[in-house]
């Protein structure tokens, strides 16, 4: 089938090195490192199991100094946790961010610099990769050697093995489903933690984009990128008051919740959970879809899902081709049942 087929081709000029020595730029929130940020050095893990790993992080103030601690103990291959102290850097602004990366690349010569393939490292990564002069590798899903590197290409359809044969560093985005961080990865020691030096940080770089507002849903449901098991509504569901079911079903589980792009553009529920090409990645241990057809788009976010369950009222869908557990049925009559038939949390 299409999926398996392997595409290979190569980028220009020749590169090789034995020493990999590695930088992970690291996401935080509330004083921890995102679970996202500990897969990307998972995956550094890959390219030489001996080799050291710097894990860069920047904001400002006490929750970016908690963080540098979580970075320093999270992982036992990290070697030194450096810490961007400045104003300039509380958010995740592309400009100042790429030029972080310019400015710690020049000094520590890393071969390799790593990033989640979320929105952060798709926005920043590539614009690093551009004043370092390399061509950025995205959303890698395998690593088989330093520099050889699979991804998925056409939608998750096809899996292009890639060989990058540029010029140092190597860049790539990581997708941290593929990257699990085992349990047992625990340290005796914590990493030193080292200040950047932002004496040749260029201002006007800085002037460039302003950050303006964040705006997120409160929820205490886990995040649909990390969550154990995720519950999907799509355009089935024919309103957002109906989407509510989901939501109510997803809370009894313990689950995130997740939407088709259909479902998001009739506004039953805002964009952020949005799985599939253009939104989430997601691979959680059970990955329930109500009310989805399954279109190629969408089962490029969630086809690694290690248990897919299906309610479709149309036999048919595409969805059940993926799906290890289907139900042919309406989704108004399932989910009522399911709800009174769970017990509460
Ligand atoms: P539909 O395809 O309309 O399916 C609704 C399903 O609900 C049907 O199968 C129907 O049988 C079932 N249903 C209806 N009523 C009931 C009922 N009472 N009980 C049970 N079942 C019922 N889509 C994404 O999801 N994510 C993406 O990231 C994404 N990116 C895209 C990028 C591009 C460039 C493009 C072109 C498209 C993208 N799409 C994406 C859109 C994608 O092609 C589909 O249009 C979308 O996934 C369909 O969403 P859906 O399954 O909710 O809706």
Known sequence: SFRLCKLRFSLPQSYSTHFISTLVLAEHEGGSIKSSSISSVEAAKRLSKDD???????????SLQQAATHAASCHPLISQVLVADSNNLVHPLAEAWANLIKTVQKKGGYTHILAASGSFGKNVLPRA???????????????SGSHQFVRPIYAGNALSTVKYTGESPCMLTIRTPSFPVSASETRSSAAPIIQVDLSTFG??????????????????????????????????????????????????????????????DAEFVPNELQVGQTGKIVAPELYMAFGVSGAIQHLAGMRDSKVIVAVNKDADAPIFQVADYGLVGDLFEIIPELLEKLPEK
């Open 52 to 62: 050291s790993v710097s894990m860069l992080l920047a904001g400002s103030g006490p």
């Open 129 to 143: 990769a551009a004043l370092l002069d390399v061509s950025p590798i995205t959303d890698v899903i395998d690593i």
């Open 203 to 264: 201002e006007d770089i800085l002037n460039k984009s302003r950050f303006v507002r964040r705006s997120s849903q409160e929820t205490e449901r886990p995040d649909l990128g990390n969550a154990r098991i995720v519950v999907t509504g799509g355009r089935g569901l024919k309103s957002a008051e109906n989407f509510k079911m989901v939501e109510k079903l997803a809370e009894k589980l313990g689950a995130a919740v997740g939407a088709t792009r259909a479902a998001v």
